[in-house]
């Protein structure tokens, strides 16, 4: 008996002991199922490995992926790690009198993780490009067996209404690196509506990294991925980065955000780039600069007329130290929405699934020392200056 036929057996005594209960638990039967693809094959295993930095591609005319789970089990959906831009597919299902295959049904370009439930389970099946010539890219294939979805299984919502705090950073692990625990601590474990914004131009390889680590933290509604327009440079220079990004495109972007998403409370970079990055910097620059843009339906009037405008209520910097008073979280004390782990020990081990970044040692999780994340000056506030709550929100209705 193989490994598969091994668990299926043992759920089936776990099952009689305890109940129905556990029939609805699903699995991963990837490894299990038959799987070829178009083109050339050698590349098959990049996207059904643990690798985050592999990739299965294919760019000829009509490529496909097709997938025949086990004899007996059916596939009641995949999930699609994108390492390029998520594209729209159809999935097809083999006609049970011509054998030819026929589309059952659609699945439009979703976010870089993503789960495509089946509308009926599927016995065999092909996934393709709606268009002929469309880049087909993925890091990791995983097909699912009917029941709950595994814990990993990640199911992204877009995010709807209105924020309560927006974290704006340059790049994907900045949020973790230098905001600390403001995600699971806001999002999860006081449930306010937080929505993260990246800025800088990344490879698929980091927004799927990206993407973990928030799931990690508990946020369930997709982040604002990077802007394509903002290519990341290795620059120190605050002009540098402006000049390249362009300053007017940049405040234009960090407005209509703001805007979109209408948070009360903004958090972001350090003023000087934390490291001395320049897009840390120019985050931070256009934070400062559109507090007051966004609230003006003069300034980038398409996006005001889109979204109305926007008073943010209170603007936060890392590290930030000036009249209005600085906060200083312990983000080690235990959180019941993560059964007793402290915001510190989340955020930790959300960084540690960025696997490109990590890997090296370079960068940790600090909550001391000069790149402290617990440390944050507020920048900005139409409610007046904090007055040592320790909390971002502190004079706003709860």
């Known amino acids: ?54 990739m299965w591609c294919q760019r000829e005319r009509n490529a496909w992926i097709e997938v025949k789970p086990p004899e007996g089990i059916k596939a009641s959906g995949v999930y699609l790690r994108w390492g390029m831009p998520p ?13 030819e295959w026929q589309a059952v049904q659609q699945a439009p370009a979703g976010y870089y993780n993503q789960y495509i439930p089946f509308e009926t389970p599927l016995a065999h099946f092909r996934i393709r490009p709606r268009e002929e010539q469309a880049v087909f890219g993925l890091i990791k294939l995983q097909v699912l067996s009917p029941g709950d979805l595994p814990r990993e299984i990640e199911t992204w919502q877009p995010f709807e209404g209105k924020a309560d705090l927006m974290v704006l950073v340059a790049h994907p692990d900045d949020e973790l690196l230098f905001m600390g625990g403001v995600i699971p601590y806001y999002n999860t474990q006081m449930g306010k509506r937080v929505i993260v914004v990246y800025v800088a131009r990344m490879n698929g390889f980091r927004l799927v990294e990206a993407l973990d680590g928030l799931w990690h933290c508990g946020v369930r509604a997709y982040p604002e991925m990077p802007n394509q327009l903002f290519e990341d440079q290795a620059v120190t220079s605050l002009r540098k980065c402006l000049d390249i990004w362009r300053e007017d495109r940049l405040l234009s972007y960090v407005t209509e955000m703001i805007r979109k998403y209408r948070p009360d409370v903004i958090v972001t970079h350090d003023v000087n780039g934390e490291y001395g990055h320049g897009a840390h910097r120019a985050c931070c620059w256009a934070v400062q600069q559109c507090v007051e843009t966004a609230a003006d339906p003069d300034r980038y009037p398409e996006s005001a007329a889109q979204y109305g405008a926007w ?44 696997k490109t970044q990590a890997f090296s040692g370079k960068y940790q999780v600090k909550d001391y020392g000069k790149y402290d994340n617990s440390l944050f000056g507020l920048y900005y ?8 709550a320790n909390d971002l929100f502190e004079h706003l209705a709860q």
């Open 311 to 354: 008073q943010i209520k209170k603007a936060y910097i890392h590290l930030y130290r000036g009249e209005l008073g600085q906060i200083d979280f312990d983000w080690r004390q235990p959180l019941s929405a993560f059964d007793g782990k402290t915001a510190f020990e989340i955020t930790d081990e959300a960084f540690h699934l960025h």
């Open 1 to 54: 008996m193989n490994r598969f036929g091994m668990i299926l057996a043992a759920a089936a005594v776990l099952i009689c002991l305890y109940g129905g209960a556990l029939a609805e638990q699903g699995w991963d039967i990837t490894e299990y199922c038959a799987i070829r693809v178009s083109g050339y094959s050698g590349q098959k295993k990049d996207m059904l490995d643990t690798k985050n930095m592999t």
């Open 381 to 388: 506030s139409t409610v007046g200056p904090d007055t040592g």
């Open 87 to 99: 594209i729209d597919l159809q999935i097809e299902a083999p006609d049970k009198t011509s054998g």
